[in-house]
């Protein structure tokens, strides 16, 4: 891992990672729709552990040391501010030689490559091996998530609309028709009235025209419109 963060170094602008075995793996750039998709994930973890507190989120950018000796950078992931808080800073500033708590990949149209299905199953499985309380590798093409325990067989679930992470995880769900770019994602308000409103929104005076629109921070946290 030391002789690798040399060579990330002398190499800032490719995107590597590194096998348990030593090996060095060549990540290609996601194309634009994938970017959208890591980038809307990211937000959404972010409301959560803003409002939940006590845990740290990072992109795709952030490569983590694993116990094993690999490095590996998940498209999207969590750990628990009390184990991020342990570290010293130096390490915070390099690998955080940790596996994250929960991490989430997003697999690419084709099975070609380090972000092909294969390769992001035998990542998923180096997380799991290596402690992640929970993995979820998504298939946009197919609109399918393989859900990864801590130990075990992953789970399947076709045609999937909404995800919960357990308790491990209080409340944190992932309503998947914006990471598939439905386009009707962003249109939940409209079949919303006033009466449907709750807390401000109920009573504001614009609530007929926005019906709830403003707030939807309070639909993705709390399932409901209104504040």
Known sequence: ???????????????????ADGRLIQMSP???ETGARNSRLVMRLLLW??????WKVFDSSSGFRLPDGSVLSPDASLVRLERWQALT???????APLCPDLVVELASATDDGPRGLSALRRKMAAYQANGARLGWLLL??????????????????????????????????LALAEIWNDPNAFAYNRQFDKSMLQGACRDCAWGEICRGGCTWTAQTLLGRPGV
Do not use: H, K, M
């Open 1 to 19: 891992p030391e002789q690798f963060e040399l060579v990330c170094a002398e190499n800032r602008d490719a995107v590597l990672e590194l096998s």
């Open 30 to 32: 996601t194309g634009s």
């Open 49 to 54: 552990a803003d409002a939940q507190g006590g």
């Open 89 to 95: 800073p130096e390490q915070r500033r390099s690998f």
């Open 140 to 173: 946009p093409e197919q609109r399918a998530v393989e859900v990864w325990p801590a130990s075990g067989e992953p789970q399947r679930i076709d045609q999937a609309e909404l995800l919960d992470a357990g308790p491990e995880f209080p409340g944190l769900q």
